[in-house]
């Protein structure tokens, strides 16, 4: 039984011999941990034997007092902790920290209990396994475990990542949390708004992001029914891995402009590869290359093994290397005629059909990112005192939340909107109504991070500027949130392709 201390019983220790003080009603014994304090010894001795609890809230987070658990010897005689320890699977009480269909008060038409058990399995395994391997390897920029990716398949995490669909049925997903055949698009938009809470972006990629935007083409367009089978076996068992090699320098968003060819050779049986590809997630440990490719007539897309003639290397960007971006050399590459996707010189549609489900999945996961960010900010605002107040009484703080709350739930609402009418239309009409506003969406979500990102930065100011401590996770978000308005069509063509879309459906109609 933890034993209990009166306040005056704590302030008799304040000399060098024993150090004592209280956070939160708890009494912690910091005499010997006084020379490894990481923000040395003064700051302890300041307030040996006091309350300490507003210090320390105004210069840490909540999390360091778990990871010094061993140094607290006991509680305030007659007094209970009152700050909050989450537990993995707990929902957020701070108010908009979570989208409103999970708050008692609120009610949605979108979502019924097989949604929630789901979230709630999602959301203990995410705490539990997921997070703590994704904070270290972002930070010491190694690949995602195989052990983590083979717990995530037998959860059956990697099938559901590419959405409803055959490839669910008979698959127990979650332990039985929600059956693959009832698997709908809401299910998968949990599962993408859970996956990215570990606020890791180069982790986030890093977990297998390659084979969710690689295998649905295999999957759609290899015409080998039991090589088929055999590949999707391999990568939902986490035996391989795979991306998506698209891009190259000389083309991004300008997928005809690609100049990595394939030539026949005269018998029929093989094309010969070569050329170059950049920015490719998890292609340095990837298997399988999705790969764009020029034929003699038009664009073609090549499935391609690592082998002889493949070599990639890793590019270093502003996330972490647990991503595996890598630019990808393909020099004289054999590749079997059968491992043609789709149509030769077709392939601009085997490319395009996955992009709808992509940028729906990026505007999911940034949008769950930007009210991380609302709920930092929130709990900043509470606890952080200048000139003699709590930020969150400034009027311009106050504007600032409002700003970033309302983008974020304006975001949410229309996500959600367009989610209900994926899961009413079959794939041809999601394709034919559904391009456009996919891409406003992400495009809006992805202005409305750059905004948010920013006020963030304000509100906590040069801890915003810190890859550790109180601000961590707004440096993460700041650093990082470009990637989704370029990664899966920049923002420019996106609301191009929008109004474009719009325009076609415009009828002859004047003010």
Known sequence: MSKTFTRAEVAKHNTEDSLWFVVDSKVYDVTDFVDAHPGGESVLRQVAGQD???????????????KYEDLCVGTVENEKPQVATPQPGDLSAVPYAEPLWLKPAFKSPYYNDSHRRLQKALR?????????????????????????????SRKG???????????????????????????????????????????????????????????????????????????????????????????????????????????????????????????????VFSDYFITGVKTDKGLSVLIIERGEGVETKPIKTSYSLAAGTAYVTFDNVKVPAENLLGEENKGIYVILSNFNHERWTMACATIRQ???????????SHQRLVFGKRLIEQPVIRQKL??????????????????????????????????????LLKMSITRAAHEIADEAVQIFGGRALTQSGMGRVVEMFHRTYKFDAILGGSEEVLADLGVRQAMRQMPNSKL
């Open 157 to 283: 995490l990697l099938h559901m990542r590419l959405g409803p669909g055959k490839h669910l049925h008979g698959v127990e997903l979650m332990d039985g949390a929600v059956r693959g055949e009832e698997f709908d698009y809401f299910h998968d938009l949990i599962a993408a708004q859970e996956f990215v809470r570990p606020n890791a972006r180069g982790f986030q990629d890093g977990s297998v992001a390659g084979m969710v935007i690689g295998l649905p083409c295999v999957m759609n367009y290899m015409k080998d029914e039991a090589r088929k089978k055999a590949i999707m076996d391999e990568v939902f068992s986490a035996k391989k891995y795979m991306c998506l090699a698209i891009t190259e320098a000389f083309a991004g968003s300008d997928v005809a402009g690609l100049r990595t060819t394939a030539t026949k050779t005269p018998d029929g049986k093989h094309y010969i590869v070569n050329g170059t590809k950049k920015w490719i997630t998890n292609g």
């Open 402 to 439: 409002a700003k970033m709350i309302a983008l974020t739930e304006a975001n949410q609402s229309w996500l959600e909107t367009i989610t209900y009418q994926m899961c009413q239309m079959p794939y041809k009409q999601q394709a034919q109504h559904l391009g456009g506003p996919v891409g």
């Open 124 to 152: 203990v395994f995410t705490d539990k396994y997921i997070t703590p391997e994704a904070q270290a390897r972002e930070h010491d920029g190694k690949y995602i475990s195989q052990e983590l990716v083979e717990l995530m």
């Open 370 to 380: 930007c009210r991380t960010i609302v709920e930092e900010c929130l709990k900043w």
């Open 52 to 66: 300490a609890t507003v210090a320390f809230y105004n210069l840490h987070r909540h999390e360091v007092l778990a």
